[in-house]
């Protein structure tokens, strides 16, 4: 049976096309390549083809991006990218990602040699060490010198080989690339970390072969294409270790619990299933383009960064989590281990990508990030424009007023208080705006706030402060953490109780930014302390100028003073601002907390912060030591993954929109949450770093990144802690169990 298109095995396609020909594949695989047959592949003295060969062969998937005029499926990167994570998750035995990838470079490169691999006949591409060395002769060349290890090699025929000319170098960085038959060369099976798919060494003794057997391509070429060949088969592999893993900490009980509710293990699940994303992501962002664009280079250079890498973390962990039955030969963990270990060291060492990353964006090198949009875009662009030109005639300090009656300050909210904008009206608002370099004013809490009222607010609430806030009138804060009732919102102990005519609140808050500003809190109280403790509480709205309250601002870390506690004694609140049902307020904090998070993590990746470091790195003069080059190679890996999680995240809101079928919400947002607040954080230290001792006085650029390092501390603390996030991802996206103790 094959795994269902969901979870951690979805595919990283959204496309409803690919995502058929993943099922496709999952299907054929789980009855061509079952473990069974994978075991015996594995267990045999020596390497056969599968017995599938000629099946996959006639499936069409060695060509199935090459050309239909050069006798391949006619398809892209991307068609291929989709069968590959499937080939990984299965761990299928045969050389299917070795032909396929010298198929995709022949029919870009020397489509005369094409016909034998997509016939069947077995091809390898050579980047695992070494180059032959060449005495050209003119029309002809003699080749000497062994290449080892080649992935897939005891089986194949055809062999691309790097080849060095004489004494240049024993690089293959340099080198030119020669098909080659097996019966030329002398090829050796090895033993290898994988046997269920095996590396051969190939030596050429005075061989001497046809220059026209040089295909032009250059050694980035093969290594770019091979890193999204490999990093698609790595995708794979991390989804099956991935999910193994959850499945196991789901069920697998010890003192009395199952071990998924152990947070070492919930946290490693959840890292895990991080880790899976960001190399999907990358692996998709690679495959969606043609290998010819100027981008690609670099989204390549992400994809091998961090797809080996991933397949090889998560593969231990999946080890760890499972146990001593993960350590045994019998189960399957340690086929994904090897497969994942030799991926990592033929091409998918993160350390040379991440030097490569760090190399394309030095040279100038960004992908950009835009959505195509549909034609159908344009019929809201006429609104929008009207809206543009009819603010650039009325004065500035009148913008806001307009922007939040029109509805535009966030169109996606019902009218009239939005515009109940789809996601492409959104994109079309969005753009425009920007264009004209307009704005929108920044509403603050009220952008958590008014979310709530929207969704469980009277109209006569609604009426009173959902207008006045988008002009900004009105100025908010949220009463909800307490002393005792941090990440455990719900054991808040402010009390509210009946009085004529409402509710008199008593209680203290802590944390509460912008209290000194605000006009209105909202507010969480106990109503019922004898209900369960999510079921006791209610949402009021408190007018911060109320008499029974105190606000007494907190010095924080950074020396400001942006949050505060506040003291309610005998606060009257009228019945008229209690927010939905009384005792129904944890929805109404629901609400608001989904609404935070979404704000809190969308910002920029790729930003101006990891920008200024980039610029930083520059103005030291000196070109970095390989140990900075790693970092900020690393850095800008994560943070094009990231950026790439949040096109997807888009693409998924438009699906519908953009003619797909809707493929609904994917685990992106959440996990970017966590991963883009972690990056940020890191972004400021490795900026400390190049800045050196000046970053520790504190004055002019010293005060700048210590200044921003200080206050990134709170992006791991507010709305949501990085553990709390990491519980969240596991339950929610892996179903792993909640902590009884912590619902
Ligand atoms: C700058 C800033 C602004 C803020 N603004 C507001 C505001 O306007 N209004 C408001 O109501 N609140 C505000 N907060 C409070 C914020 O929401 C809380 O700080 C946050 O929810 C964590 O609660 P806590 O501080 O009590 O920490 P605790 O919940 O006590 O957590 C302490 C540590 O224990 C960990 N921990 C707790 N529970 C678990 C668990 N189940 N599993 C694993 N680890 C756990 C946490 O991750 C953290 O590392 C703000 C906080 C900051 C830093």
């Known amino acids: 049976m094959s795994a269902p298109l969901s979870g951690a095995t979805a595919p990283s396609t959204l496309n409803p096309d690919r995502l058929e020909l993943a099922r496709v594949a999952r299907r054929w695989l789980g009855a061509s390549s079952p473990i069974s047959v994978v075991r015996q592949a594995l267990e045999s003295e020596t390497e056969v083809m599968p017995e599938f060969w000629p099946e996959l062969v006639e499936l069409g998937w060695i060509g199935l991006s090459v050309s239909e005029e050069h006798g391949g499926q006619g398809g892209t990167l991307a068609d291929l990218v989709t069968v590959l994570e499937e080939w990984g998750l299965a761990v299928a035995p045969g050389p299917f990602p070795g032909s396929a990838l010298l198929a995709t470079l022949l029919d870009v490169h020397a489509p005369e040699f094409l016909a034998p691999i997509i016939a069947g006949a077995v091809g390898a591409v050579a980047f695992g060490g070494g180059a032959l060395q060449a005495v050209d002769h003119g029309s002809t060349v003699l080749l000497t010198g062994e290449v080892k290890p080649v992935d897939g090699g005891s089986l194949a025929e055809w062999f691309l080989l790097p080849v060095v000319v004489e004494q240049a170098t024993e690089s293959e960085a340099d080198a030119d690339w020669y098909l080659i038959h097996r019966d030329e060369l002398l090829v050796t099976p090895l033993r290898s970390a994988d046997p269920v798919r095996r590396l051969a060494a190939v030596t050429a003794h005075n061989l001497s072969v046809s220059s026209d057997r040089r295909i032009p391509v250059q050694t980035h070429q093969v290594r770019d294409l ?12 991390a989804a099956w270790c991935v999910s193994t893993a959850a499945e196991y900490a789901k069920n697998r009980v010890q003192f009395d619990r199952p071990i998924g509710q152990f947070q070492a293990v919930k946290h490693r699940c959840a890292d895990a299933l991080c880790r899976l994303e960001e190399a999907r992501a990358a692996t998709w962002d690679a495959a969606e383009l043609d290998p010819s664009d100027e981008q690609f280079p670099l989204a390549a250079a992400v994809a091998g960064a961090l797809g080996a890498t991933a397949a090889f973390e998560c593969a231990k962990d999946a080890i760890q989590i499972l146990g001593g039955i993960g350590y045994t030969w019998e189960y399957d963990a340690h086929l994904y281990l090897r497969r994942a270990t030799v991926a990592r060291h033929l091409n998918g060492d993160p350390v040379p990508w991440r030097r490569r990353v760090w190399q394309l964006v030095q040279s100038g090198l960004r992908r950009s990030m835009a959505v195509d949009l549909p034609a159908s875009a344009e019929s809201f662009r006429p609104e929008v424009r009207s809206l543009i030109t009819q603010l650039q005639q009325v004065d500035r300090e009148h913008w806001n007023r307009e922007l939040a009656d029109g509805g535009w300050i966030a169109p996606h909210w019902p009218t009239p208080w939005g515009r109940s904008a789809s996601g492409l009206e959104q994109l079309v608002i969005d753009e425009e705006l920007r264009e004209a370099g307009i704005r929108r004013p920044h509403i603050q809490i009220a952008g958590w706030v008014l979310p709530t009222l929207i969704a469980h607010g009277t109209s006569a609430q609604q009426e009173r ?11 908010w804060c949220q009463l909800f953490s307490e002393p005792e009732a941090g990440s455990d919102l719900a054991s808040v102990t402010t009390r509210a109780e009946r009085v004529e005519g409402g509710w008199s609140l008593t209680g203290q808050k802590v944390w509460t930014t912008l209290a000194t500003e605000a006009d209105w809190g909202i507010c969480l109280a106990r109503t019922d302390p004898t209900a369960p403790k999510h079921e006791g509480i209610t949402c ?12 007494r601002p907190l010095r924080e870390l950074t020396g400001f003073a942006m949050f505060n506690e506040v003291f309610l004694d005998q606060v009257l609140v009228p019945d008229d601002c209690v927010v939905g049902d009384v005792n129904g307020g944890w929805s109404c904090a629901r609400t608001t907390l989904e609404n935070e998070r979404v704000s809190m993590g969308s910002g920029s990746s790729f930003g101006p912060g990891l920008e200024s470091v980039l610029d930083l790195s520059h103005r030291t003069g000196s070109t970095p030591d390989a140990r900075v080059v790693d970092v900020l190679g690393g850095l800008l890996a994560s943070a094009q993954a990231l950026s790439v999680m949040g096109l997807r995240t888009t693409l998924r809101a438009l699906s519908s929109e953009l003619g797909m079928a809707a493929v609904g919400p994917g685990p992106e947002a959440s996990i970017r949450k966590l991963l883009g607040v972690e990056h940020e954080q890191r972004v400021q230290e490795v900026g400390m770093e190049l800045l050196g ?23 791991s603390i507010a709305g949501g802690t990085s553990e709390i996030q990491r519980n969240v991802i596991a339950e929610r996206l892996l179903g792993l169990p909640r902590d009884e103790l912590s619902t």
């Open 226 to 237: 091979a890193a999204v060949v490999q990093a698609a088969e790595c995708v794979g592999v």
């Open 465 to 475: 402060f959902i207008r006045a806030s988008l002009r900004l009138d009105l100025r």
């Open 540 to 551: 009021f709205l408190v007018d911060m100028r109320n008499p029974g309250i105190e606000i």
């Open 693 to 715: 001792s000046a970053t520790v006085i504190d004055e002019s650029e010293g005060a700048v990144w210590f200044g921003g390092f200080l206050g990134n501390r709170a992006l």
